[in-house]
């Protein structure tokens, strides 16, 4: 491998390069890491170090780096036939395949598949063809989302509309109209002396609140995260999404699963609506779609909606130039036949995940942890100020980014919100990898705690 000029790297991202999700003028003083490889459950950066990868780059690289069937997969592909679109009457053999395969792995009849590049675009799509849904049957004005605050749907207009971020909306102007949000499951904020069960039927019932208050013939769909990811791994109470999908039949509210991370494997099960038992009728994808190897992103819709869709839709005024794009196809089907072969789900629920959970129920006997969260291969720690009460440092987001950064000094990735500190490692983690992870994340909250007096 040529040698890395760093410092010429780093000037000329300070200089040319705007980051997402950064505070631009901060990086280019700090000058930003730069990734160099990556294998397994660890990359390099252009420092040398060598870091264990716990959040899988961001919550998609499922089957770890370096596998190199997926890049003999795509050159495949480019050199037979490097594009093809899906517009006019046509289209290529991975593409079909791949949706045939998703309608084969996705739960009770999510059968048909419209494909996008991202997740952000799969809920762009599902925002526009569940309000034509309802209006071909003559329901215009049922088109309204209700998603949750703090959800995270992506960055595009309709997807940062949908999600609940706050800082997402007051930059450009968002959301659009006929959107509406609720509060999240969270019980450790949020859940006062109840029971975890009994609050996730609280919180499950602020849907129906909602619902009743804008009148069942306004409302489209909901919209979720299985759990939900970015805001700081929100596991919510077994009985809350049993409720949510009560409501949704109650009121012929269509409900829309976005698992985009908690798809592919990451709660354990293939889909993150499988390990709560409920049966969405809409589904967006993406990330561990193709492990993050290339850019892929799916709506899935069961056969009601295709179906109204198809047969009295008309035509579908949507898409993407790079809609199926047959060699990010031609990836997904590859990733997707080693997991299967490779029985990566199944070994990273029977036999990963009960380890990971018994360690990282031992970072939460840290002083500094309030509540290790964890579901299959995905979890969070809460850093607080007093570990005997389920309270926030006042100010919000300090300490959880020491800790990351003292992680990351000890080779160890993890992403901090606010003070949470985020789990979520390729699927294929071996058990050695877990005490490697353990013993980092130990010394990285010991320090933290040092580091503020505690
Ligand atoms: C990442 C993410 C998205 C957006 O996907 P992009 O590919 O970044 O556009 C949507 N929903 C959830 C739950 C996500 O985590």
Known sequence: MAPIDLPELQ???????????????????????????????????AEGNKLLDAFAGLWCVNIGYGRKELGQAAARQMEQLAYYNSFFQCTTEPT???????????????????????????????????????????????????????????????????????????????????????????????????????????????????????????????????VMGAIGVYIPPMSYWKEIERICRQYDVLLVADEVICGFGRTGQWFGSQHFGIQPDVMTIAKGITSGYIPLGAALFNDRVAGVLKDVGGELAHGATYSGHPVCAAVALENLRIMREERIVDTAREEVAPYLAQRWAELGEHRLVGQARIVGMMGALELVPD??????????????????????????????????????????????????????????????AEAIGR
């Open 387 to 448: 570990k005997g009460r389920r309270e926030f440092f006042p100010e919000r987001g300090k300490v959880g980014g020491l800790c990351r950064d003292t992680a990351l000094r000890h080779g160890l990735i993890l992403r901090a919100t606010y003070d949470s500190m985020l789990l979520s490692p390729p699927l294929v983690l071996t058990r050695e990898q877990v005490d490697e992870l353990f013993e980092k994340a130990w010394k990285a909250l010991g320090e933290t």
């Open 96 to 226: 079909i395949r791949l949706a045939a395969e998703l309608a084969g792995l996705a739960p009770g009849d999510l059968n048909h598949a419209f494909f996008v590049n991202s997740g952000s675009e799969a809920n762009d799509t599902i925002l526009r063809l569940v309000r034509h849904f309802w209006a071909v049957q003559d329901k215009p004005r049922k088109n309204i989302f209700i998603g949750r605050h703090n959800g995270y749907h992506g960055t595009t207009v309709a997807g940062a509309s949908l999600g609940g971020m706050k800082g997402m909306h007051e930059q450009g102007g968002l959301p659009i109209p006929d959107i509406h949000h609720i509060d999240p499951p969270f019980w450790f904020a949020d859940g006062g002396d109840l029971s975890e069960e009994e609050y996730g039927l609280v919180a499950a019932r602020r849907l129906e609140q909602k619902i009743l208050e804008l009148g069942p013939d306004r409302v489209a769909a909901f919209i979720g995260e299985p």
């Open 11 to 45: 000037r000329l991202d300070a200089v040319h390069h705007l980051h997402p999700f950064n505070d631009n003028a901060a990086l280019a003083k700090r000058g930003t890491r730069v990734l160099v490889r990556g294998e397994g459950c660890y990359v390099w950066d």
